[in-house]
């Protein structure tokens, strides 16, 4: 079964572009949720996604923003880039069915974001 | 809101060493709690997981944790490490707001980096 993959897995942008970041989970999986990993602040939760509607946040600006499609496939958007949206920024999946509460989450390889 | 802290920033051993990584959580029911590893430049893979049950979980590559609740601890340990071990380790939290753990999504720790002594 192939894992999470996440496109592209590098990008370079500039102060006040956006960007779009795409994941796709593992086959039968409905959740994903987006991490983001930066050496000051570690690893922080941005939201998941599951069946197409954002079911939780973390506490990061508006500018963050994702959607899901009904293949589970999921983009996230972040709009006037800033300099510290430098990071690593992890998708990961999970089969999360709501009645078993938590489940576990399969982590793709990131896309490095450097914004200059 | 639930939290985790891993004391030791880095940790050098030598191969062939025991080693044990500290894992502290705070959280306000009963949690689910993993491991998880890094390499330098790639996505984090799964050590192992507790969600309930036995208190001793074993996970790849020769990795166990024991979860304690009276010490709010889920270290992680192996027998004798060996130079592949070298790399970034991430213990976290996870919940869902019915178990009330506020917002679902894993709250991880800064991290352990670990470097293998020949």
């Known amino acids: 079964k192939a894992g999470v993959t996440q496109t592209p897995r590098y990008l370079i942008k500039t102060r006040g572009q956006q960007v779009t970041l795409s994941c796709s989970p593992i086959?039968?999986?409905?959740?994903v949720s987006w991490y983001q990993q930066t050496p000051g602040q570690g690893l922080q939760f941005l939201f998941e996604?599951?069946?197409?509607?954002?079911?939780n946040k973390g506490n990061f600006p508006g500018r963050f923003s994702g959607r899901q499609f009904s293949n589970s496939r999921s983009e996230m958007n972040v709009s006037t880039l800033e300099l510290g949206d430098s990071a690593l920024y992890l998708c990961?999946?999970?089969?999360?069915?709501?009645?078993?509460?938590?489940?576990?989450?399969?982590f793709g390889p990131g896309t490095r974001l450097t914004v200059l | 809101a639930q939290s985790v802290t891993q004391p030791d920033i880095h940790i050098t051993v030598s191969e062939g060493a025991s080693l044990e990584l500290r894992c502290n959580y705070s959280?306000?029911?009963?949690?689910?709690l993993f491991w998880y590893v890094q390499s330098p430049g790639q996505g984090l893979q799964l050590l192992l997981k507790?969600?309930?049950?036995?208190?001793l979980v074993q996970g790849i590559k020769g990795f166990e944790a024991e979860f304690k609740r009276s010490q709010s601890s889920f270290n992680l340990r192996k027998p004798s490490v060996h130079w592949s071990d070298a790399a970034e380790y991430f213990c976290?939290?996870?919940?869902?707001?019915?178990?009330?753990?506020?917002?679902?999504?894993?709250?991880f720790g800064k991290g352990t980096h670990l470097i293998i002594q020949p």
């Open positions: 976290a939290v996870g919940g869902t707001a019915r178990s009330g753990g506020g917002a679902d999504g894993l709250t």
């Open positions: 086959s039968g999986h409905r959740s």
């Open positions: 990961a999946s999970s089969f999360s069915p709501r009645d078993r509460g938590f489940d576990e989450q399969f």
């Open positions: 996604y599951f069946s197409e509607t954002q079911r």
């Open positions: 959280y306000g029911a009963t949690p689910y």
């Open positions: 507790y969600f309930s049950g036995d208190t």
